[in-house]
């Protein structure tokens, strides 16, 4: 039996799953502060201990600088703690239902590509939009021929289950690399 954790912790709503043998065990969303509670609630909740995950998945971003560091750091401990190997996939994986569009902040959104963009740079006309971005700038979107689902819908939630059906190359969890698309807003003091 492979038992699979997955999380990503890239936008504002941190997602968690578990899956034990390709079937989805339990899957929460949540802060990046909890992702090791939710790890192990959700063992509990499958009749396993903590202990018995050998893989995890890690969203890789597009997103927060910071969200991303606290995932990747998360998935290198937990992994070395448990002795798992681990994958890293992009959030943008973890949308289904549509094309992805992350709020970037600055102006700006993270879609497939991966890239970030404007959103007014956007072509859009005809597609179906999904994500806190999407959310964001509903009415350029809508304005400009996309359809984007009622704010509330699961849909602009990100999902770990997601996440996890596109992880191939498992391997050193110190060996995953995030993916940033522009430099952090927060700078060092000269």
Known sequence: MTTIFAFDTATTTTSCALLRDGGLAGERLTDA????????????????????????????????????????ATARGLALALGAEAAGVSTLHAFGEGTPVIDARRGEVFTTGPAV??????????????GDGAVRYRDLFEAAGAEVPPDGDPAHLPSAALLARHAHDFGPAESIEPLYLRAPDAKAAA
Do not use: Q
């Open 117 to 130: 963009a404007r959103p007014e740079e956007l072509d859009v006309a005809g597609k179906r939009l999904v």
């Open 33 to 72: 502060r909890s992702v090791l509670a939710v790890a192990e609630e959700l063992a509990r909740e499958a009749g396993i201990d903590v202990s018995e995950i050998e893989r995890l998945v890690v969203g890789t971003g597009p997103g927060s600088f910071t969200s991303i560091r606290i995932g990747l």
